[in-house]
């Protein structure tokens, strides 16, 4: 089997446990679910399970764990002349295209997330995580430390913006433009958040 193949059919077998997941968690609610029942959902053993996800609730949240080295690859791949705030904003928008892509899989996603304190605890710590691996790539681009004011600040700026976003897509049932919506957010960002006008 070719790595590329391999990496695909892992890919797969990871999304098909966290559909499962979802779908479960949407029909009977989280604490009345299983890792056995999401991997026979999946159609995997609990042992395949747990070399995807650690426990049910990361099955549920489906975040990979390469997501944020991800991201800060991207931003060190922009042009070098973008200051440190157009280049993370190319990235985010260019995120929310992909994950305009999957419309279905965010309105289950966000709806059993955001119906959970635990989960919606679970991933605002995910997303501290992955905000100091993309401060750290910002700090690089600009010649700062990591713990410096600027890119600690753009890195979480940049989380909330997205998650904005998504809100404001579910607002719209998901009919609006994501990587619009995402564009929107960084636009107000940039001009210094003015009032809007009433």
């Given at each position: 089997?070719?790595?590329?193949?391999?990496?695909?059919?892992?890919?797969?077998?990871?999304?098909?446990?966290?559909?499962?997941?979802?779908?479960?968690?949407?029909?009977?609610?989280?604490d009345?679910?299983?890792?056995?029942d999401?991997?026979?959902?999946?159609?995997?053993?609990?042992?395949?399970?747990?070399?995807?996800?650690?426990?049910?609730?990361?099955?549920?949240?489906?975040?990979?764990?390469?997501?944020?080295?991800?991201?800060?690859r991207?931003?060190?791949?922009?042009?070098?002349?973008?200051?440190?705030?157009?280049a993370?904003?190319?990235?985010?928008?260019?995120?929310?295209?992909?994950?305009?892509?999957?419309?279905?899989?965010?309105?289950?996603?966000?709806?059993?997330?955001?119906?959970?304190?635990?989960?919606?605890?679970?991933?605002?710590?995910?997303f501290?995580?992955?905000?100091?691996?993309?401060?750290?790539?910002?700090a690089?681009?600009?010649?700062?430390?990591?713990?410096?004011?600027?890119?600690?600040?753009?890195?979480?700026?940049?989380?909330?913006?997205?998650?904005?976003?998504?809100?404001?897509?579910?607002?719209?049932?998901?009919?609006?433009?994501?990587?619009?919506?995402?564009?929107?957010?960084?636009?107000?960002?940039?001009?210094?958040?003015?009032v809007?006008?009433?």
């Amino acid at each position: 089997m070719t790595s590329g193949l391999r990496e695909r059919k892992k890919a797969a077998t990871r999304r098909a446990l966290h559909v499962a997941a979802l779908e479960l968690v949407a029909a009977r609610g989280l604490d009345a679910v299983s890792v056995d029942d999401i991997a026979t959902a999946a159609d995997v053993s609990p042992r395949t399970f747990f070399n995807y996800f650690p426990g049910k609730d990361d099955a549920v949240l489906g975040l990979d764990p390469d997501e944020a080295d991800a991201v800060a690859r991207a931003l060190a791949a922009r042009p070098v002349d973008e200051s440190p705030l157009d280049a993370l904003r190319a990235v985010a928008h260019d995120q929310a295209h992909d994950m305009a892509l999957e419309t279905d899989l965010w309105t289950l996603r966000m709806q059993v997330i955001d119906a959970s304190p635990a989960l919606l605890a679970r991933l605002a710590a995910a997303f501290g995580r992955g905000e100091q691996s993309v401060a750290a790539a910002l700090a690089a681009r600009c010649g700062a430390g990591p713990h410096d004011l600027y890119p600690r600040l753009l890195a979480g700026v940049s989380g909330v913006a997205v998650r904005t976003a998504l809100h404001r897509w579910l607002a719209t049932d998901f009919t609006a433009s994501l990587p619009d919506l995402v564009d929107e957010a960084w636009a107000s960002l940039a001009a210094g958040l003015p009032v809007p006008p009433s």
